[in-house]
């Protein structure tokens, strides 16, 4: 398969990262912390399953942390990015670390960009925000996304133990985010073999695993395969680049209130299925990662498997609100490659809507 073809030119540079991966490496933030010079801690901590990992870290770092900022992220951070830089400055930190989900690392890159500081981000979730120099802001109902090098962590520890007894929904539906990293990095204009690379590892990892913590939340073994599959995966969408897939959960998200992950989740068959009628050539390594020809009907299946909702109607979108969201999908694609047209787009986020079975798109 591989070589067959001659592979296009393409130009990569790599993101720089130090990655820390064990069992129990949450104890190892201490040194991590001083291998980047720094020694007053701003922490950053949420997640209802952490109480006692935010405990044990504060205790750890002992009186290098100058200042705990608590987020309860139900519906967004319950402190502002404003009030949590303010606090930074109170308290002269030189380093922000994060101990949570993408919530929780989302607050931290604000914090890191407006305060020039490094940022150290331990994950409790598959949402690969980590590995990603990405940052948002919603305003007016519309979400919009940037890069930006000063937010990217400059350590990431991954502590699989700080998964055990991960909700099985949460676990699904952040996991579901990461695999959309995976199938967007592919289908991407910006995909080329590094990224195509990091993202098809990434999705078999999480294919395999995501089945495995949701019916069983304490096996540690997966939610390891899972945490390195996130970070596989936000690194390929980082350096591939977003594309229908992320314009339409943001667009929903952003001008509708909708969960993030879940849309994601939600979203992700019917996004396969239109690139997949829209552009086959580029679905061909999705259908590889699934080792099937209507890849949109294995990640309907997986989202089935996975207990998670599977239509925007159970997330709270009203129906009388599709046509102005394909509109704003059309007008956020409009530089992509896989540009679809308003009629395809309205008809995705009609299946969507409804969580009909996507149809088996284009024979390859
Ligand atoms: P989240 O961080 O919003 O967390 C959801 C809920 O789960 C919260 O109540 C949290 O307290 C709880 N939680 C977190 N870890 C837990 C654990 N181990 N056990 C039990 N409960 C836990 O959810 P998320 O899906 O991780 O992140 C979504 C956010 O991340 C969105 O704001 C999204 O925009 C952002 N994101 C950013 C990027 C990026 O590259 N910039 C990528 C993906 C997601």
Redesign the pocket.
Known sequence: MYGRTVTPAFTWTALPARVVFAAGALDRVPDEVGRLETDRVLLVA?????RDAIVRLQTALGERCVGVVR????H?PSVSADEARQVTRNVSADVVVTL???????LG?AIVQACDLPLIAV??????????????RTSGGR?Q?WLDMR?LPRTVVYDPE??????PR??A??GM??LA?CLEALWSAGANPITSGLAIDGGHRLIDGLPRVTDNPDDLASHAGNLIGACLA?RA??QAGTAVHHRTAHVL?GGWGL???ET?AVVLPHSTALVTSRAPEAVGEVRRLFDTDNPAAAVFALLNRLRLPVSLADLGMPEDALDEAAQRVVEACRNDPIAPDEPAVRRMLDDAFFGREPGPGVAP
Request: charged share 5%.
């Open positions: 949420g997640g209802t399953s952490n987020v309860a992220v139900h967004g949570g989900g993408g919530s929780v690392i989302g890159k994950p409790t979730t598959y949402s690969g925000s980590e590995m990603t120099p990405i940052w948002g979400k996304t937010v700080l998964c055990l007894g991960m909700p949460l676990a539906a952040s985010n990461a990293h936000g969408l980082a998200g969960p993030h992950a994601h």
